[in-house]
C-alpha cells in the first residue's frame, strides 16, 4: 500500500500522472505513478520494473504492507 509519509495514511493520496509500459504488448513490463497529498502537499512518485521484480518509492510517499495508522 501506498501512504502518505507525513499524515501516515493512503486517503488523501491523489495520482496526478501514469505511465504503463508494454514492452511485447501484452505483459506490463513497468510502472510508473506520481503521487500527490490533498492534505498536506506531499508529493512521491512509485515505481515497478517487472524486470528486476523491483518496486520503488521516492518523495513524500512510503511503500508499506501494513495496515495505515489512520484510516
Known sequence: MIT???CET?????ITQSRIYFEDGEMINEITESYECTLCGATGQYSYDDDHDEETVSGGVS?????????
Do not use: D, G
Open 4 to 6: 502518505c509519509t507525513n
Open 10 to 14: 493512503p486517503q488523501f493520496l491523489q
Open 63 to 71: 511503500l508499506t504492507k501494513e495496515r495505515p495508522k489512520f484510516a
